[in-house]
């Protein structure tokens, strides 16, 4: 079992940058995929990123390549995403995933967290 908690959203202009947080606890964390979505009010969750369980492999939507940046630490657990150029269409919640296979579709994954509120003022 893995428990997620993202930290780092928060209010920034458009052309700023944040770093989101994801702190994983569980001793599978270095053996699973993660990703980042977002799900704006009345939408579908949307993929925004994954990284492989070494971190060697790195998948983008296309509406964030370019600006977005995923990494690990598998040392400590952590994941992150590196948010530049934002655009006031990036608001809405994100949320950190675990899963098992490096998919674009919420489904494939297990483990989700509580979400952080992202907001970019045009």
């Not at 770093?19 to 606890?25: D, V």
């Not at 983008?60 to 040392?75: E, W």
């Not at 950190?96 to 989700?112: I, M, R």
Request: with cysteine.
């Amino acid at each position: 079992q893995v428990q997620l908690v993202e930290s780092g959203g928060g209010l920034v202009q458009a052309g700023g940058s944040l770093r989101l947080s994801c702190a994983a606890s569980g001793r599978t964390f270095s053996s699973i995929t993660m990703g980042w979505f977002r799900q704006a009010p009345g939408k579908e969750r949307e993929f925004v990123a994954a990284i492989s369980w070494s971190g060697s492999n790195t998948y983008y939507a296309d509406s964030v390549k370019g600006r977005f940046t995923i990494s690990r630490d598998n040392a400590k657990n952590r994941v992150y995403l590196y948010m530049n150029n934002l655009k006031p269409e990036d608001t809405t919640v994100y949320y950190c995933a675990g899963g098992f296979k490096a998919s674009w579709a919420p489904v494939e994954y297990d483990y989700w967290g509580q979400g952080t509120q992202v907001t970019v003022l045009g």
